[in-house]
Every structure is written in structure tokens, then in C-alpha cells.
């Protein structure tokens, strides 16, 4: 019990002394050592005349900023507003050998030397360990970009003991480089990009600064939570910051406002990757950084302008809009030249067509606004394989033309307007009709085409017109039916042609209703077309605007020939006939007028009822009253003369011989088949009598 007693009073004692023994008073001077600088240093205050170090711990507790201050303020810094207490100052600026200074001074920061602030409880510890010396910098902290691809990029370095030297990437992000930027006076990008792995190239010297993790408005770096001293480090882990907008180029487009988008990184040019995440919002951004602001760009994938060169830089970017440069969206890093290269190949390359507008052209058509679409792309026109297309496809294409789609309008398959060459740029065009351009639809782009035919180009024609005539007829209302195909007029064949199809042939020859009595038949042989069979099995429901948008077989099937071309009557007028050969005026041989000459009918079939027709053809009264003859009753029409028609099939109501769908141009008749009528058989009994 003693023994503890006097233990303890001698403890307390020699801690009095201690006490007693020191004063504030006694510190004169101040300085910093080992920083290679008079603002940056291991602080060393002069006391008793001896410099003594300062004891900090290592999470600056002990000694904070705001004591830095008071420090530099002694130092000649006045007030400084970067003071700062480096944690791990040993490593950074070597330990002291003297006394160590161990108190909490606790300054407000406006004393002007270290002895104003609280002066209680000192001690000073006679070589103790100067693990935790304290060291300051009182200095703003110089910093520099090295070898960026422009004067505001590149690798990180700060100034530190007389040497330039890069700081570590470990977490280091976009808020850093923000941070990093404005301290470098690069206020107006708005664009910082944080870049990790030495991508601007490694420096040398020593690497002190790591971990950093700026706010982002922070004016100094010794203003940023990091850890400054000796780390694991090294300078592959160099930290880049980009500050400037990316330069970006368009390559290979057809304009100067599209083209495979590359960009300069690490000294070179290189691409984007188009993976899937590649949108609209990324086009949108890199248009902003060209400078166009189009609400039309589209973009595509698949190296659809080339392949580009170099690195792909770029890998699953996404952008969502707002950034004015590619750096400053989400993407996986960007990769530099000689850096372990992407899993993205340059056959992803994307490219942008920022005004949004493809070059397009129609060719081979029947108007100006019809024809084979074409599409400029590589340099040359190339075409649209005619997958999917439909009528929302057409909508825009007519839309590009400057045409707005009509009911009218209609779209051709299968290389109607004849085969392009060149590349088929797209395929399986899904359009929702409302775009401005085939950029922004859905479609299978070049080159994933390539397998694609150009039997399958596809062609349009937005007004709808088919230029028709009508020959060996009025070319109004009745005549052999052409359109201009390939330049050139060619006829349609008959096969399956019904009244239907005769309805839209007569309605784009301006006549919309057709009578009843209109009608239609093959062509007489002699008056068959030249050129070529354009089309047969019409197919048409009786609506359409033109046989454009008639099902139709373009070209036609494959038995037809020129005794099938169509021959029409729209309105339905009765065929020239006269009867020849007779006694008096109403009888004799019956001829009809007919593809321009004159002809005779075959008896097959004739009965009374056909007699009748004949006879209200001509005019007489009462028709109902004729006498049909057969076998050539009037003679035999000459050998010139062609036989036009056998198996009338009238009924006897009816107003024209079309009306009775006859057998046009029938073989296996002779003239000694002609037919003959008799309109007047009371007549015949008055003269007689
Ligand atoms: C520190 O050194 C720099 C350059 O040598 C000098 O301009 C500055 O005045 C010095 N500052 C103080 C407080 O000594
Ligand atoms: C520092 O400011 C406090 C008030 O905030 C004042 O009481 C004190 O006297 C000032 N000290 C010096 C050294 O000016
Ligand atoms: C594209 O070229 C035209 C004329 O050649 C020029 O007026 C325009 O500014 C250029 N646009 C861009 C984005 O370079
Ligand atoms: C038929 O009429 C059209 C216009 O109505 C005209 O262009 C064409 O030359 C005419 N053809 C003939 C053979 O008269
Ligand atoms: C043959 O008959 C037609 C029609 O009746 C007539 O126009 C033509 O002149 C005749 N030709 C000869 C050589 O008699």
C-alpha cells in the first residue's frame, strides 16, 4: 500500500514539472522542410531554440487545417486560403529528428502566430517517434495535363517537391476530372471526362496522390478527400482527364453532316461500337458536337459508311441526351491505341446522318414521280430490296420525294422498274409512316444486304398515274389497251381480265363510272400490239385508282401473247356494222367495223336473238322482228376480210355485241360461214307485194 502511493505521487509530480516548465511564449519561428518549396513541407516551429517537430496523428485531428493556417500565416503566406495538414506527412517530406511539440492548438484561424492560439496543455517529448509529424502546404497546388490530344486533355500531374508527377486512377471518376478541369481554368466545357489506365501515356516520378474523390467544385486538389503519400501504385494506373469536347469527325458519308463518326483519343482517329445499346440519344449528342441540331438524325450500326481504322474507342455507350460530348456519357472506358483492344470490331462501326436527309432519286419510271427507288450511299446510287415493303414504307418514300401519299399512290415489287446496280442499301424497311426519311425506320441496312437480289428492287409511284392510250380505237373511250412500261407502251394481256379490271382501265382513262353496256375484248388479230405484254391477271377489285394497285402478274404470265392484249369500250357504244351483199338496205351479209377494218361473223351458234341485237344496232324498228341467216346467205365476205367474231351468245336485250360476250377472233371459221340478217321482214313483204 505504501509502496503504490509514493509511486503515484512521484508520477504526478514529474507531470507538474513538465507543465510548469513549458510555454507558449516560447515559439518564435516557423518552417517548413523537405518539400522542395517554401509553401509545402514538414512544419517546424522554433522553441526554446531548438526546432521541434509537431505531432499530428495520422487523421489530422490533432492538427487541422485552420491551424495550417495560423502556420502560414507566420510563414509570410498571409491568409492563405489552401492551408492544408497532409496526412502521412513523413512519407511525403521525411521525418524530423529533434523534439517532438505534442499539443492540441485548437487555433480560430485568424491568430498571427501558432503561440495565440490555446496555451494550455503542452509537451514537449524529447526524441520521441516522429511517425505523425506534421507537414503543410500553404502553396495552391500546381496543376498540368500531359500529353493530351488537345492542350486541355491528358494525364493528370501535380507539382509536388520539384517534380511533375501523375496521380493513381483508383476511383477516380468524371467528378474528379470535373474538379480537375475547373482548377485548371476550363470552366465553359461543361465536358469532363475522367479517363483510367494510362491512357494518355505514363509519366514518371514519384506517384503520391491516390484515391482521390472530388465533390466536383472544389478549387484545389489538397481540397478533394484523397490520400496523399506512398501507395502501390504505378504508372499504368496514370489518371487522364479529358476537359475539351472530343474532336469527332464523319467519315465516308455523302455529306458532310453524315458518315462512320470517329473520334481522336490517345493521338489517334478510331471508332464507336454500335452494339445494341446504340440510340437515338447517342446520335443526338454526337450531332450537338458537330454543331446540328436536327431533330431528324438517325444513326446506324454495322459499319454501314465503312469500316473505319484504328481502335474502336468507344464500347456500349449510352448516352441520354443532354451531354454536349460522348465523354461525358456512360460507356465502358475508352480504349487507346495499344491498350488491349475492345471485344467490338470495326465491323460495328457506327455512323450518324446528322440532317437526318438520304440522298434518294426514282429511276426508270413512267412520271417523275414514279419509278426504281434509289438511295446514294458509298459514292453511288444503290436500290431497296422490296422485303416487308408496304404502304408506310411508300408514305415515307414519297414523303422524301416532296410527294405526300395518296390514295393514289402504290409501290411495285420485284424490280417492276427494271434492276439497279450498286449496293441494295436496305432491306425489310419497317417505316411506321410518320418519319421523315428511311433513316429513321426500322430496316436491315448495308452491308447485311449483300445477299439481298436486285430482282427484288423496289419501286414506287406516288401520284399514282400510269400514262394509257388507247389504240386502233377513239384513244378516248375505245381501243387497245397500252401503258408506258420501261419507257416504252407494251399491252395487257386478257388472261382472267373480268369487268373489274375493264372498270380501272376505264377509270384512268378519266371515265369513273363505267355504263353498263362498256365492254371488252382480245384484240383482233390484226390489231394485236407490238411491244411488250406488260401485265395479265389484273386481279383488280374495281376500286383501285390505276392497275398499279391491281394484284397483276408484272410481268404478264408467261402463255400470254398478243392475241390476248385487251381491246376496250368504256362507254359502251355500239360497234360500227352494215349489212352488205343484199337485196335492199335491211338485209344482207352482216359486218362490223372492228380494230379499224371491216369484218364478218361466224355462224356458229348464231340464232334469232343475236339477229335482234344486230338489227337494234343498226337501228331499225322493231328488231325484235329480225330473221338471222347462216352459211354465207349474202355471200361470202372476200379473203381480206377477216372473220372477227363467232358464238355471239346474246339474248336479245342487249345494246351492243360486247354486251353478248362473243368469241373474238375465232378460228377454225370459214367465210362460207358468214352470217346475214333480215331487220325488216314486214318491209321485205311490202316491196315484195
Ligand atoms: C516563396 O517562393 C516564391 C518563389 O521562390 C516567392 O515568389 C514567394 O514570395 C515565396 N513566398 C514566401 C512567403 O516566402
Ligand atoms: C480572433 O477573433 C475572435 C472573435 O472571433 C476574437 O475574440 C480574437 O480576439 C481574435 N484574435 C486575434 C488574434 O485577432
Ligand atoms: C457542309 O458543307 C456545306 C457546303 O459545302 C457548308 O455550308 C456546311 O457548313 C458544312 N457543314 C458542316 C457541318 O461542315
Ligand atoms: C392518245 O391520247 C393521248 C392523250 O389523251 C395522247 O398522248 C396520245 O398521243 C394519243 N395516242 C394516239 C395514238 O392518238
Ligand atoms: C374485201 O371486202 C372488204 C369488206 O367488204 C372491202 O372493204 C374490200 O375492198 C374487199 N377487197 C377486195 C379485194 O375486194
Given at each position: 500500500?505504501?509502496?503504490?502511493?509514493?509511486?503515484?505521487?512521484?508520477?504526478?509530480?514529474?507531470?507538474?514539472?513538465?507543465?510548469?516548465?513549458?510555454?507558449a511564449?516560447?515559439?518564435?519561428?516557423?518552417?517548413?522542410?523537405?518539400?522542395?518549396?517554401?509553401?509545402?513541407?514538414?512544419?517546424?516551429?522554433?522553441?526554446?531554440?531548438?526546432?521541434v517537430?509537431?505531432?499530428?496523428?495520422?487523421?489530422?485531428?490533432?492538427f487541422?487545417?485552420?491551424?495550417?493556417?495560423?502556420?502560414?500565416?507566420?510563414?509570410?503566406?498571409?491568409?492563405?486560403?489552401?492551408?492544408?495538414?497532409?496526412?502521412?506527412?513523413?512519407?511525403?517530406?521525411?521525418?524530423?529528428?529533434?523534439?517532438?511539440?505534442n499539443?492540441?492548438?485548437?487555433?480560430?484561424?485568424?491568430?498571427?502566430?501558432?503561440?495565440q492560439?490555446?496555451?494550455?496543455?503542452?509537451?514537449?517529448?524529447?526524441?520521441?517517434?516522429?511517425?505523425?509529424?506534421?507537414?503543410?502546404?500553404?502553396?495552391?497546388?500546381?496543376?498540368?495535363?500531359?500529353?493530351?490530344?488537345?492542350?486541355?486533355?491528358g494525364?493528370?500531374?501535380?507539382?509536388?517537391?520539384?517534380?511533375?508527377?501523375?496521380?493513381?486512377?483508383?476511383?477516380?471518376?468524371?467528378?474528379?476530372?470535373?474538379?480537375?478541369?475547373?482548377?485548371?481554368?476550363?470552366?465553359d466545357?461543361g465536358i469532363?471526362?475522367?479517363?483510367?489506365?494510362?491512357?494518355?501515356?505514363?509519366?514518371?516520378?514519384?506517384?503520391?496522390?491516390?484515391?482521390?474523390?472530388?465533390?466536383?467544385?472544389?478549387?484545389?486538389?489538397?481540397?478533394?478527400?484523397?490520400?496523399?503519400?506512398?501507395n502501390?501504385?504505378?504508372?499504368?494506373?496514370?489518371?487522364?482527364?479529358?476537359?475539351?469536347?472530343?474532336?469527332?469527325?464523319?467519315?465516308?458519308?455523302p455529306?458532310?453532316?453524315?458518315?462512320?463518326?470517329?473520334i481522336?483519343?490517345?493521338?489517334?482517329?478510331?471508332?464507336?461500337?454500335?452494339?445494341s445499346?446504340?440510340?437515338?440519344?447517342?446520335?443526338?449528342?454526337?450531332?450537338?458536337?458537330?454543331g446540328?441540331?436536327?431533330?431528324n438524325?438517325?444513326?446506324?450500326?454495322?459499319?454501314?459508311?465503312?469500316?473505319?481504322?484504328g481502335?474502336?474507342?468507344?464500347?456500349?455507350l449510352?448516352?441520354?441526351?443532354?451531354?454536349?460530348?460522348?465523354?461525358?456519357?456512360?460507356?465502358?472506358?475508352?480504349?487507346?491505341?495499344?491498350?488491349?483492344?475492345?471485344s467490338?470490331?470495326?465491323?460495328?462501326?457506327?455512323?450518324?446522318?446528322?440532317?437526318?436527309?438520304?440522298?434518294?432519286?426514282?429511276?426508270?419510271?413512267?412520271?417523275?414521280?414514279?419509278?426504281?427507288?434509289?438511295?446514294?450511299?458509298?459514292?453511288?446510287?444503290?436500290?431497296?430490296?422490296?422485303?416487308?415493303?408496304?404502304?408506310?414504307?411508300?408514305t415515307?418514300?414519297?414523303?422524301?420525294?416532296?410527294?405526300?401519299?395518296?390514295?393514289?399512290?402504290?409501290?411495285?415489287?420485284?424490280?417492276?422498274?427494271?434492276?439497279?446496280?450498286?449496293?441494295?442499301?436496305?432491306?425489310?424497311l419497317?417505316?411506321?409512316?410518320?418519319?421523315?426519311?428511311?433513316?429513321?425506320?426500322?430496316?436491315?441496312?448495308?452491308?447485311?444486304?449483300?445477299?439481298?437480289?436486285?430482282?427484288?428492287?423496289?419501286g414506287?409511284?406516288?401520284d399514282?398515274?400510269?400514262?394509257?392510250?388507247l389504240?386502233?380505237?377513239?384513244?378516248?373511250?375505245?381501243?387497245?389497251?397500252?401503258?408506258?412500261?420501261?419507257?416504252?407502251?407494251?399491252?395487257?394481256?386478257?388472261?382472267?381480265?373480268?369487268?373489274?379490271?375493264?372498270?380501272?382501265?376505264?377509270?384512268?382513262?378519266?371515265?369513273?363510272?363505267?355504263?353498263?353496256?362498256?365492254?371488252?375484248?382480245?384484240?383482233?388479230?390484226?390489231?394485236?400490239?407490238?411491244?411488250?405484254?406488260?401485265?395479265?391477271?389484273?386481279?383488280?377489285?374495281?376500286?383501285?385508282h390505276?392497275v398499279?394497285?391491281?394484284?397483276?402478274?408484272?410481268?404478264?404470265?408467261?402463255?400470254?401473247?398478243?392475241?390476248?392484249?385487251?381491246?376496250v369500250?368504256?362507254?359502251?357504244?355500239?360497234?360500227?356494222l352494215?349489212?352488205?351483199?343484199g337485196?335492199?338496205?335491211?338485209?344482207?351479209?352482216?359486218?362490223i367495223?372492228?380494230?379499224g377494218?371491216?369484218?364478218t361473223?361466224?355462224?356458229?351458234?348464231?340464232?334469232?336473238?343475236?339477229?335482234?341485237?344486230?338489227?337494234?344496232?343498226?337501228?331499225?324498228?322493231?328488231?325484235?322482228?329480225?330473221?338471222?341467216?347462216?352459211?354465207?346467205?349474202?355471200?361470202?365476205?372476200?379473203?381480206?376480210?377477216?372473220?372477227?367474231?363467232?358464238?355471239?351468245?346474246?339474248?336479245?336485250?342487249?345494246?351492243?355485241l360486247?354486251?353478248?360476250?362473243?368469241?373474238?377472233?375465232?378460228?377454225?371459221?370459214?367465210?362460207?360461214?358468214?352470217?346475214?340478217?333480215?331487220c325488216?321482214?314486214?318491209?321485205?313483204?311490202?316491196?315484195?307485194?
Open positions: 500500500m505504501y509502496l503504490f502511493q509514493r509511486t503515484l505521487i512521484v508520477c504526478v509530480c514529474a507531470w507538474i514539472v513538465r507543465q510548469g516548465t513549458l510555454g511564449g516560447q515559439i518564435s519561428r516557423a518552417r517548413l522542410v523537405g518539400g522542395n518549396s517554401n509553401g509545402t513541407g514538414r512544419l517546424e516551429l522554433e522553441y526554446n531554440g531548438e526546432w517537430t509537431i505531432y499530428g496523428s495520422y487523421s489530422s485531428s490533432y487541422k487545417n485552420i491551424d495550417a493556417k495560423v502556420a502560414c500565416r507566420m510563414l509570410g503566406f498571409g491568409n492563405s486560403g489552401v492551408a492544408f495538414v497532409y496526412t502521412n506527412a513523413p512519407d511525403l517530406f521525411g521525418e524530423g529528428t529533434g523534439s517532438v511539440l499539443h492540441r492548438f485548437q487555433c480560430k484561424g485568424n491568430e498571427t502566430n501558432l503561440r492560439c490555446d496555451t494550455s496543455s503542452w509537451s514537449v517529448s524529447p526524441s520521441t517517434s516522429h511517425t505523425y509529424d506534421v507537414g503543410i502546404s500553404c502553396e495552391p497546388t500546381q496543376l498540368r495535363l500531359a500529353d493530351g490530344d488537345t492542350p486541355q486533355s494525364r493528370v500531374e501535380v507539382f509536388f517537391k520539384g517534380q511533375w508527377s501523375s496521380i493513381c486512377d483508383s476511383g477516380f471518376d468524371n467528378e474528379d476530372a470535373r474538379a480537375i478541369c475547373n482548377m485548371l481554368g476550363y470552366h466545357t469532363a471526362k475522367a479517363f483510367t489506365g494510362s491512357h494518355f501515356g505514363q509519366g514518371a516520378g514519384d506517384m503520391i496522390l491516390s484515391s482521390v474523390n472530388c465533390k466536383g467544385t472544389e478549387t484545389d486538389i489538397k481540397m478533394c478527400a484523397a490520400t496523399w503519400g506512398k502501390n501504385c504505378n504508372h499504368r494506373k496514370d489518371a487522364g482527364v479529358n476537359c475539351d469536347s472530343t474532336p469527332i469527325r464523319l467519315v465516308n458519308g455529306t458532310n453532316s453524315s458518315g462512320r463518326v470517329e481522336l483519343h490517345g493521338g489517334q482517329w478510331g471508332t464507336i461500337c454500335g452494339d445499346n446504340f440510340d437515338k440519344y447517342d446520335v443526338t449528342v454526337i450531332c450537338k458536337m458537330l446540328i441540331y436536327s431533330p438524325a438517325f444513326g446506324h450500326r454495322n459499319a454501314f459508311y465503312g469500316e473505319g481504322n481502335n474502336v474507342i468507344v464500347s456500349s449510352n448516352c441520354d441526351g443532354s451531354e454536349s460530348d460522348i465523354a461525358s456519357c456512360q460507356s465502358y472506358a475508352w480504349s487507346v491505341p495499344g491498350s488491349s483492344s475492345s467490338c470490331s470495326h465491323s460495328n462501326d457506327v455512323g450518324v446522318n446528322c440532317d437526318g436527309v438520304t440522298g434518294i432519286r426514282l429511276m426508270d419510271g413512267t412520271s417523275e414521280q414514279s419509278g426504281r427507288v434509289e438511295i446514294f450511299h458509298n459514292g453511288h446510287w444503290g436500290t431497296i430490296s422490296d422485303n416487308y415493303f408496304d404502304n408506310h414504307d411508300l415515307v418514300i414519297c414523303r422524301m420525294m416532296g410527294y405526300e401519299y395518296s390514295s393514289k399512290s402504290f409501290f411495285m415489287k420485284g424490280g417492276h422498274y427494271g434492276n439497279g446496280i450498286g449496293e441494295i442499301v436496305a432491306t425489310r419497317q417505316c411506321n409512316g410518320a418519319e421523315s426519311d428511311i433513316g429513321q425506320c426500322s430496316a436491315t441496312w448495308w452491308p447485311q444486304t449483300k445477299t439481298e437480289s436486285h430482282t427484288n428492287d423496289v414506287v409511284n406516288c399514282g398515274v400510269i400514262p394509257i392510250k389504240l386502233e380505237g377513239d384513244n378516248k373511250t375505245t381501243g387497245r389497251v397500252e401503258i408506258l412500261h420501261n419507257g416504252k407502251y407494251g399491252t395487257i394481256c386478257s388472261r382472267s381480265f373480268n369487268r373489274l379490271d375493264l372498270t380501272v382501265v376505264c377509270r384512268m382513262m378519266g371515265i369513273e363510272n363505267i355504263p353498263q353496256d362498256a365492254y371488252w375484248y382480245p384484240a383482233a388479230t390484226y390489231a394485236q400490239g407490238l411491244g411488250e405484254i406488260v401485265v395479265s391477271d389484273l386481279n383488280c377489285n374495281g376500286i383501285e390505276s398499279g394497285q391491281c394484284r397483276g402478274t408484272w410481268p404478264a404470265y408467261s402463255s400470254c401473247d398478243h392475241s390476248m392484249d385487251v381491246f369500250s368504256c362507254n359502251g357504244a355500239p360497234e360500227k352494215r349489212l352488205v351483199n337485196k335492199n338496205s335491211y338485209t344482207g351479209r352482216v359486218e367495223f372492228h380494230a377494218q371491216w369484218g361473223i361466224c355462224d356458229d351458234s348464231f340464232d334469232r336473238a343475236d339477229a335482234v341485237v344486230i338489227c337494234r344496232i343498226l337501228k331499225f324498228k322493231n328488231p325484235e322482228r329480225a330473221v338471222a341467216y347462216s352459211q354465207a346467205h349474202f355471200g361470202q365476205g372476200n379473203q381480206t376480210t377477216h372473220i372477227v367474231a363467232s358464238h355471239l351468245h346474246c339474248n336479245g336485250l342487249e345494246t351492243n360486247g354486251q353478248c360476250t362473243p368469241s373474238w377472233n375465232p378460228t377454225g371459221c370459214g367465210h362460207n360461214e358468214d352470217i346475214g340478217v333480215d325488216c321482214p314486214g318491209c321485205q313483204d311490202i316491196i315484195i307485194g
